[in-house]
T-cell receptor
Framework: AQSVTQLGSHVSVSEGALVLLRCNYS??????LFWYVQYPNQGLQLLLK??????LVKGINGFEAEFKKSETSFHLTKPSAHMSDAAEYFC?????????????FGKGTTLSVSS | KAGVTQTPRYLIKTRGQQVTLSCSPI?????VSWYQQTPGQGLQFLFE???????NKGNFPGRFSGRQFSNSRSEMNVSTLELGDSALYLC?????????????FGPGTRLTVL
């Protein structure tokens, strides 16, 4: 069975500091990996995804993530945090060969950004 | 293109009642998935419909059901509501329903069971 673990339910950074949100996955087949962001009272918005090919994936709003198969990780980073990045972030996995789109989510990490 | 819409946005029900939530996917999308979001359990997959057929189902009791219409709009129903059913219910649509596809999420329906 697939699973996702997000280390740290809450991360606090200063504006302009590096953002690092950790995600480890478990999958017996090649995974598709996603990072979503959720702002208060809103649905989820896709930041980036990894399917195949280049392991460093660039997304929206300056975020990027690197797929490391040997470490079963897909950590999300941003070089310089903005106040507007404060939100909840979810890592998710789905099976590459599965019909359908059942995303398995991590528990989420709340990012706080202080001035 | 209009995004995924969900109605109603907020609902208050009492234990034992039933509720129906509605989701309109992005035009042209044929796959609709439903998720439950709670503080304790996080985001959990309920089920997915593609071309009016349930293709995938999560680990929820039979009180949770859904359907999809020929225009891809979907409804989910929860019967005999329990306090633990209080949650944000999110609907997501994708074009072909393949695992690699991006899912576009609606704003959710906030259900409160008293």
């Amino acid at each position: 069975a697939q699973s996702v673990t997000q280390l740290g339910s809450h991360v606090s950074v200063s504006e302009g500091a590096l953002v690092l949100l950790r995600c480890n996955y478990s999958s017996s087949v090649p995974p598709y990996l996603f990072w979503y962001v959720q702002y208060p009272n809103q649905g989820l918005q896709l930041l980036l995804k990894y399917t195949t090919g280049a392991t460093l994936v660039k997304g929206i709003n300056g975020f990027e993530a690197e797929f490391k198969k040997s470490e079963t990780s897909f950590h999300l980073t941003k070089p310089s945090a903005h106040m507007s990045d404060a939100a909840e972030y979810f890592c998710a996995v789905t099976q590459a060969n599965q019909a359908g789109t059942a995303l398995i989510f991590g528990k989420g990490t709340t990012l706080s950004v202080s001035s | 293109k209009a995004g995924v819409t969900q109605t109603p946005r907020y609902l208050i029900k009492t234990r034992g009642q039933q509720v129906t939530l509605s989701c309109s996917p992005i035009s042209g999308h044929r796959s609709v998935s439903w998720y439950q979001q709670t503080p304790g359990q996080g985001l959990q997959f309920l089920f997915e419909y593609f071309s009016e057929t349930q293709r995938n189902k999560g680990n929820f009791p039979g009180r949770f059901s859904g359907r999809q219409f020929s225009n891809s709009r979907s409804e989910m129903n929860v019967s005999t509501l329990e306090l633990g059913d209080s949650a944000l219910y999110l609907c997501a649509s994708s074009f072909s329903g393949r695992g690699v596809d991006e899912q576009f999420f609606g704003p959710g329906t906030r259900l409160t069971v008293l």
